[in-house]
Structures are given as structure tokens and as C-alpha cells.
């Protein structure tokens, strides 16, 4: 079996496409061939050793945590699976190991794939539909008849949230790169801004929901557009911003943790139709090093996938 591995943390030199072997299989564990699985910025920063208090350093480690595919063995102790199952989910942060022909996983990370959906369209749902459904309905309890500001709105994250702000009845105002203020309107906006601007001052206090989903809103900025009683929700904070987290109960920090319910949840509004996250380039696994590097250095905006043959 071959998968995308590395040997200690670091850049994207680091990444082989390497035969592993796959441990002994625990009891609440499945083993799944992939179909399908996309390509997160969280897994390169894994791979930098950015999480490496969580992941630790026992080598070589498998990358990416998203995917879709078929069970091949289930753990002694799973219930709600068989053999032959197709499902989609992720792995646990501490192993990854998404972007391989198997991998393991917990039962609790997957759900099973809504026919409705393509392999690869499940793939993209785990890290980016569960970050956005969290953010709006567990965090920001957003409600129809409310204003969110959604930063980074034309990535996965942010276009997912966008369609469940839009969903919840809720007004969203997002900030885009200039190339995608017209899908950014098409994707029902009710304002787009461009992120090469200035933050117009008269939104100042407009908004019940601040959601940076990209990282770029300066402290400042976030807490000039949110409203008394605002939430301010952050997936890549600063040390700054994390700081502040801590000690202020509007902000808080989104981290898309993945269960059988949440995923459930994303697969439910996906198979209507109502989150949807555009593919833009699908690749085997023999190039998914050079579609990772091609991310990473910014070379590529869109939602990625790799398929397996």
C-alpha cells in the first residue's frame, strides 16, 4: 500500500509517496479503503509541526484527515458498521493518514456516505462543513434576522458558512479576493467586499457574528464590526487572538471536531443541495505531492481532491 508520508516535520520537501503498513486494528476502529480525500490547510501545518504538542514525534507519519470510501475490517468492539459500508470522515488528529490507498480511523469520526453524494464530494464535507456548522450553530447561535461577517467567505469554510447563515435566515456580509466577488454574490452574499480594501468604518458595531475564516482580521478589525454582545469566532487565531479568547467570553475559538452527529448533519444539508463545496482540481495519488506543494505556496484557491484509483 502507498500513501503521502513524512519523516519529521517540516516543509514540503519533507512529503513521500511511500509503502507503509497500518498497525493492528483497535477494537473501535475501521479500516477503510479510500476513495476520496481532500486537502485541508491544517494538513500541511500538521506536517510543519505546528500541532506537534498533540501529534508527537513518532515517524514516519501519515498526512491529510478528510476522505471517503469503503470499510474493509471493522474493530471488535464497533456497532454501527459492517464490511462492505461506505462512509465518510476523518482521522484522528495524532495519526492523519487520509492521503493512502487504507487507513484507520475511529468509529465515532465517520458516518455513512449519503448516496446522493459522489465519493469525492463526501470528501470534501469533514474538516470544512463541520468547522462552519459548528462556528454558527454551537458557537455564534446564530438566528434568522442577524448579520455575520465572514472573512475568507469564498473558501471552503467560508462558503459553507455562507450557505448555513443563508439557511438559519441570516443576513451574511463577506470579505473575498477580487477575482471572486462575483461568485462570492452568486453564492447569495447580500454584500461582498474585497479583501485588497479597507473595512468600510460604517459597518462598525453592525454585526451579531464576526467569523474570520481565514486568519486575516486584525484584533482591531473584529472587534470594530461586531456589535455589543457580539461573537467573534476565529479557526486560525493568533497568539494575540488567543490570548484574548481566554480571557473575553465573546470570542472563542472554532475547531471543526468531527462526531457521527455533526457529520450526519453536514451530510444531510449537503445531500439537499444546501452546503455545497465546488471542486477544483482532482488528482490520483502520485500527484498529490505536487497538488499539496501547489496549496501550500498559494499556486491554488480552490477545494482539492485526491482520488484514489
Known sequence: MKRI??????????????????????????????????????????????????????FPRGMGQDFSGVIERIGSGVKRFRVGDEVFGSTPVKTSGSFAETLITQEKL?????????HEEAATLPVAGSTALIALTRRAHLKSGQKIFINGAHGAVGRAATQIAKMLGASVTGRVGTHSMNDARALGMDTVLDYT??????????????????????????AMLAKRG????????????MLRIVFSPSRKFVMGKQNAATL????????????????????GLDEGIDLIRDLEAGRAKSKSVIVMG
Not at 465517520?110 to 459522489?118: A, H, N
Not at 480594501?197 to 482591531?220: S, Y
Not at 444531510?268 to 482532482?282: E, F, N, Y
Open 110 to 118: 465517520v458516518t455513512k456516505r449519503p448516496p446522493t453524494l459522489s
Open 230 to 241: 457580539g461573537v467573534i469566532l476565529d479557526i486560525n487565531p493568533s497568539p494575540a487572538k
Open 264 to 283: 450526519d448533519e453536514v451530510g444531510a444539508l449537503a445531500s439537499k443541495g444546501t452546503v455545497k463545496i465546488p471542486i477544483g482540481r482532482k488528482v
Open 5 to 58: 508520508q513524512f519523516h519529521r516535520y517540516g516543509g514540503s520537501e519533507e512529503m513521500k509517496l511511500e509503502n507503509y503498513e497500518l498497525p493492528p486494528l483497535g477494537a473501535d476502529e475501521i479500516l477503510v479503503r479510500v476513495k476520496a480525500a481532500s486537502v485541508n490547510p491544517v494538513d500541511w501545518k500538521i506536517r510543519q509541526g505546528a500541532m506537534k504538542f498533540m501529534t508527537g514525534r513518532k
Open 197 to 222: 480594501q479597507p473595512i468600510p468604518k460604517t459597518l462598525a458595531g453592525k454585526f451579531d457574528a464576526v467569523f474570520d475564516a481565514h486568519g486575516g482580521l486584525t484584533i482591531g478589525e473584529e
